[in-house]
């Protein structure tokens, strides 16, 4: 039971142009989000968040939506550079929880120069 | 701050052999978590320690797959035999805290033959 889901394998975008990822999620109990974001060879390293009781959560050039009614997430890259190349993983945790966390199955976003 | 330290990098093993994996968290961090990552999948969690306890050990395949977290510091994963389907990246992360983000070591790949 796949209760994220990153529907968009991969993503390729121009230089300059906005990026937006998708993550839909099934488990009403999932109170917080996040983003993590992969190099090759490299563990996840942590992007943004969003907690539940928001719908959006701006850090720089990253935003993140959250539609709670659609149990919908994106997040925006705004303008996409070459660097942001990677694998983009969204994840789940729920309220209350020992702090696991449940992950999609990425994303490749490949910016183009 | 030194980040999440794992090894090996890589490992190669012949199906029904044993391998172990080594972690050593960021110091002061109390959470440890190991994933297993199958390529083309988001990772998922096998096992969470708190200190030397384990809090969540639900998906850990308990008949070939056993960790330990040995004085609240560092902690070795071990598969023992290993089958064709374990291949994957292990990713161990430790936090300070289970309601605080984590952060990533790079990870073991291993691959079963």
């Known amino acids: 039971d796949q209760q994220v889901k990153q529907n968009s394998p991969s993503l390729s975008v121009q230089e300059g142009r906005i990026s937006i990822l998708n993550c839909d999620y099934t488990?009403?109990?999932?109170?917080?989000f996040l983003w993590y974001k992969k190099y090759p060879a490299e563990g996840p390293t942590f992007l943004i968040s969003?907690?539940?009781?928001?719908d959006k959560n701006e850090d720089g050039r990253f935003t993140v939506f959250l539609n709670k009614s659609a149990k919908h997430l994106s997040l925006h890259i705004v303008p996409s550079q070459p660097g942001d190349s990677a694998v983009y993983f969204c994840a789940a945790k729920e309220s209350g929880n020992t702090g696991k966390l449940i992950f999609g199955q990425g994303t490749t976003l490949q910016v183009k120069p | 701050e030194a980040g999440v330290a794992q090894s090996p990098r890589y490992k190669i093993i012949e199906k029904r052999q044993s391998v172990a994996f080594w972690c050593n968290p960021i110091?002061?961090?109390?959470?440890l978590y190991w994933y297993q990552q199958i390529l083309g999948q988001g990772p998922k969690l096998l096992i969470q320690f708190q200190n030397n306890g384990v809090v969540d050990d639900s998906q850990l395949p308990k008949d070939r797959f056993s960790a330990e977290r040995l004085k609240g510091v560092d902690s070795t994963l071990k598969i023992q035999p290993a089958k064709l389907e374990d291949s994957a990246v292990y990713l161990c992360a430790s936090s300070p805290r289970t309601d605080y983000g984590y952060t990533f070591g790079s990870g073991t790949r291993l691959t079963v033959v």
């Open positions: 969003i907690s539940s009781i928001k």
């Open positions: 488990n009403s109990m999932f109170d917080y």
């Open positions: 110091s002061g961090h109390a959470t």
